[in-house]
């Protein structure tokens, strides 16, 4: 069974703190990706990575970086956390390969005070 | 800029209806549609997904309209259960590293 795993799936800080979300796929999957999702704007794409140590920018990268170190962890920094952060932080993975879908995991709830 | 367009952002069926949630996007490039389903507390799925040389694609109660020419897709739930009641995306994806455009959800309620 295939599994993306996030490493909160709640979590509350301070603005200005330095926020590290985590993210694990077993899948040995090539693509891995980090979304937020608020209400009426669907999910929108802060980076992606595509190899380890590869990144790209996605439609929302302002406030944000990411770390891929292992093929099978993503990680998402917020270096320092603001309240228009908080959100729903969605982790992705995806094959390297034509037409194939994205796994999600659970997400995590960021709240931002 | 939004380039996939979705509507209506929520959704009430009474559970045996239809429910149409209609896509709408610019990027000619685009070459795959699929839909998300994602229930509370949960990351979305995929539910199905279509190519633009079909118009029509079928997976048990659920059907995929592709119109090309119009640029706009749909997603039709056929006899809508409550178990139906969920979020949907549509999304587009286009280039080689699987990058995924979103639309912005529907929250279908199937009622009773």
């Known amino acids: 069974d295939v599994k993306v795993t996030q490493s909160s799936r709640y979590l509350v800080k301070r603005t200005g703190e330095k926020v590290f979300l985590e993210c694990v796929q077993d899948m040995d999957h090539e693509n891995m990706f980090w979304y937020r999702q608020d209400p009426g704007l669907g999910l929108r794409l802060i980076y992606f990575s595509y190899d380890v140590k590869m990144k790209e920018k996605g439609d929302i990268p302002e406030g944000y970086s990411v770390s891929r170190e292992k093929k099978e962890r993503f990680s998402l920094i917020l270096e320092s956390a603001s309240t228009n952060q908080t959100s729903m932080y969605l982790c992705a993975s995806s094959p390297d390969q034509r037409d194939r879908e994205q796994f999600f995991g659970p997400g995590t709830r960021l709240t931002v005070l | 800029q939004q380039q996939v367009k979705q509507s209506p952002q929520s959704l009430i069926v009474q559970k045996g209806g239809i429910s149409i949630i209609n896509c709408a996007y610019e990027?000619?490039?685009?070459?795959?549609f699929p839909w998300y389903q994602q229930f509370p507390g949960k990351g979305p799925a995929l539910l199905i997904a279509i190519r633009p040389d079909v118009s029509e694609k079928k997976e048990g109660r659920f059907t995929i309209s592709f119109n090309k020419s119009a640029k706009q897709f749909s997603l039709h739930i056929m006899d809508s259960q409550p178990g139906d009641s969920a979020t949907y995306f549509c999304?587009?994806?286009?280039?080689?590293?699987?990058?995924?455009?979103f639309g912005t959800g529907t929250k279908l309620q199937v009622i009773p």
């Open positions: 999304a587009a994806t286009s280039g080689g590293y699987q990058k995924v455009t």
């Open positions: 990027n000619t490039a685009f070459d795959y």
